[in-house]
């Protein structure tokens, strides 16, 4: 059964083997996951999970952490009153990576869907309601296919700062239950009790 793994899940000296397998076009996102995704997850900075297959194969894999976003930079963005001031709340996808040989078979599908349902389960239990990223040139028209929205370009910047407004939590309706499918095609039983309570 396919499966979504965190890395706080998977042993360190297992990590170590498997590792070695992994091969990314894009030699930053390789280096991430070979140098640092491990030590950063122990240190709480970000949470790094993989798409694994069937046959044990690891397929890609998204980091996310939380962050804010300022309000009045993105009140076109966000359908939020503008009473509101403060920043807002949002999970932050950090990398995102497909392994070789794997683009346009559904692995960055499989990825951002559960970016969009951790996003989903931070606004249950503490608030959320965006997801961003600071994407690549290259990887624009992919994250567009997943309704976000370029923001801006700074200077002497190589990525795109990019959001996507979740909706309120009371705008679900019946995208609950394909939510919940999806957590018990991927192992993730415990989002699947977040999301009937």
């Not at 923001?151 to 939590?169: C, L, P, Q, Y």
Request: charged share 25%.
């Amino acid at each position: 059964m396919p499966s979504l793994v965190a890395l706080s899940d998977i042993p360190r000296s297992k990590f170590d083997r498997l590792k070695q397998k992994f091969s990314c076009k894009n030699p930053d996102l390789e280096k991430y996951i070979k140098q640092f995704a491990y030590s950063h997850q122990k240190e709480g900075l970000f949470q790094t999970y993989f798409y694994v297959d069937d046959n044990d194969n690891f397929l890609g894999y998204i980091s996310v952490a939380v962050a804010t976003i300022e309000r009045t930079k993105f009140a076109d963005e966000l359908d939020i009153s503008y009473s509101m001031k403060y920043s807002i709340p949002a999970i932050k996808i950090t990398r995102l990576c497909v392994f070789n040989g794997l683009c346009n078979k559904g692995v960055g599908t499989i990825l951002m869907t559960f970016a969009n349902i951790l996003a989903l389960v931070q606004q249950k239990k503490i608030g959320c309601r965006a997801l961003i990223v600071d994407s690549k040139p290259e990887a624009v028209e992919f994250y567009k296919r997943f309704n976000f929205v370029e923001i801006n370009k700074e200077e002497n910047s190589d990525t795109i700062f990019m959001v996507n407004d979740i909706g309120r939590a009371d705008e679900l309706g019946k995208a609950v239950d394909k939510m919940i499918t999806f957590c018990k095609i991927f192992g993730q039983d415990d989002l699947v009790e977040i999301f009937r309570k």
